[in-house]
């Protein structure tokens, strides 16, 4: 059964940046995307963007300016950094697991990422002074 | 940008009942060569992440009982809750992921009456 562990610090000061790791035991981040999600307090979800083990990304453009997400496998670890960070980025921040979905079109078969099935629990990120 | 809109915001259902949540996206996310509804359900419980219920918009997760189902293809889609639990109180999210950025709805809140 694969987990996901998401750590990094619960304070992060205004214009600074955001750093993550979110740690995949009890599986591989082979052949799965894995992304980033958050969730202001009380408020809905945002996808943040996400990496192909192969470290292909794709990002929100709403926050693309802003962020990036890398992976190293040989830790198991997927990361974000959000830079410049306001209060608006206030948020309970998950790491999510998509399986590979597979789709053809006249260019060919191509690999695409399915719904997200399996989350970590969250960690709340203040962005305060 | 695909946007997904889910109504009502809020229900409330006595127990046993049926409760039924809807989502619409502002596009298409019927993908023709395959036949694919690229959208999710969601349930998330206060204090806990979100748990898979279905893709492919009507395939249930392992492990989801089947009072729940889903339905609906192309732009209209449909979470139903045959027979509603107290365990089933929690906000349900529709996402699509037909393209990016990967949009949720804003989600239903469903409480016992």
């Known amino acids: 059964q694969v987990q996901l562990q998401e750590s990094g610090p619960g304070l992060v000061k205004p214009s600074e940046t955001l750093s993550l790791t979110c740690t995949v035991s009890g599986g591989s981040l082979s052949s799965y995307y894995w992304s980033w999600i958050r969730q202001p307090p009380g408020k809905g979800l945002e996808w943040i963007g996400y990496i192909y083990y192969s470290g292909s990304t794709n990002y929100n453009p709403s926050l693309k300016s802003r962020v990036t997400i890398s992976i190293d496998t040989s830790k198991n670890q997927f990361s974000v950094k959000l830079s410049s960070v306001t209060a608006a980025d206030t948020a309970v921040y998950f790491c999510?697991?998509?399986?590979?979905?597979?789709?053809?079109?006249?260019?060919?078969?191509?690999?695409?990422?399915?719904?997200?099935?399996?989350w970590g629990q969250g960690t709340l990120v203040t962005v305060s002074s | 940008d695909i946007v997904m809109t889910q109504s009502p915001d809020s229900l409330a259902v006595s127990l046993g009942e049926r409760a039924t949540i809807n989502c619409k996206s502002s596009q298409s996310v019927l993908y023709n060569s395959n036949n694919k509804n690229y959208l999710a359900w969601y349930q998330q419980k206060p204090g806990q992440p979100p748990k898979l219920l279905f893709y492919w918009a009507s395939t249930r997760e392992s492990g989801v009982p089947d009072r729940f189902s889903g339905s609906g293809s192309g732009t209209e889609f449909t979470l139903t809750i045959s027979s509603l639990q107290a365990e089933d109180v929690a906000v349900y999210y529709c996402?699509?992921?037909?393209?990016?950025?990967?949009?949720f709805g804003q989600g239903t809140k469903v409480e016992i009456k």
């Open positions: 996402q699509q992921y037909y393209s990016t950025p990967f949009l």
């Open positions: 999510a697991r998509s399986p590979v979905t597979n789709y053809y079109n006249s260019n060919g078969g191509h690999i695409w990422p399915g719904g997200f099935d399996n």
